[in-house]
């Protein structure tokens, strides 16, 4: 079973840029998760998504935005960019939503603003 | 506002010896508590979840609720499990929003 895989693995954009992440999740799973991750701030949750609906979201600027398709991949979306929005970014897919499944998360995209 | 606090960013040890891994919570409520670990080159991955009371690899990881902790453990450390540890919680039911703390970086000698 492949895992999670996101795309672009890394990337460079320009201050005031946009960007966009694209997530597949693990076949058969119906949740993922975004996570950023910094050297200052560690692993910080961006949102989640079940069923193409935006279930949760972290405490981001409006700039990040993202959504699910039917067929459970995600994409985010980070507009204006700033310095500061260098980071990985995670996502994760699991099975359904809930606290007892088990979280997969994919390798990441590295993502510098220059 | 629920946190995740580890307070060691790095932990060395000698192959054989114990180590144990902090990691403390703030919430008011019943969280669910898991440890994920990343090796080098490799994707973050649950290590284990407090209420499923197992041993993985040797680890185990007790909830103290009135000392709010969530300590990881192993009595006899191996090279292999030198990694990144982050310890998380989950507080919302049917939600996958985890709050990490910002690791610990174990590193077991020879």
């Known amino acids: 079973k492949a895992g999670v895989t996101q795309t672009p693995r890394y990337l460079i954009k320009t201050r005031g840029q946009q960007v966009t992440l694209s997530c597949s999740p693990i076949?058969?799973?119906?949740?993922v998760s975004w996570y950023q991750q910094t050297p200052g701030q560690g692993l910080q949750f961006l949102f989640e998504?079940?069923?193409?609906?935006?279930?949760n979201k972290g405490n981001f600027p409006g700039r990040f935005s993202g959504r699910q398709f039917s067929n459970s991949r995600s994409e985010m979306n980070v507009s204006t960019l700033e310095l500061g929005d260098s980071a990985l970014y995670l996502c994760?897919?699991?099975?359904?939503?809930?606290?007892?499944?088990?979280?997969?998360f994919g390798e990441g995209s590295w993502l510098t603003v220059v | 506002a629920q946190r995740v606090t580890q307070p060691e960013k790095l932990l060395s040890a000698f192959k054989g010896a114990p180590v144990e891994l902090k990691c403390n919570y703030s919430?008011?409520?019943?969280?669910?508590l898991f440890w994920y670990v990343q090796y080098s080159r490799q994707r973050l991955q649950l290590l284990l979840r407090?209420?499923s009371r197992e041993s993985i690899k040797g680890f185990t990881a007790d909830l103290n609720k009135g000392e709010t902790s969530f300590h990881l453990k192993k009595p006899f450390a191996q090279e292999e499990d030198s990694a990144m540890y982050y310890c998380?919680?989950?507080?919302?039911?049917?939600?996958?929003?985890?709050?990490f703390g910002k690791g610990t970086k174990l590193t077991v000698n020879p």
């Open positions: 994760a897919s699991s099975p359904l939503r809930g606290s007892g499944n088990t979280i997969y």
């Open positions: 076949s058969g799973h119906r949740s």
């Open positions: 998504y079940f069923s193409e609906t935006q279930r």
């Open positions: 919430y008011s409520g019943s969280p669910e």
């Open positions: 407090h209420i």
């Open positions: 998380a919680l989950s507080y919302q039911g049917g939600s996958e929003k985890l709050v």
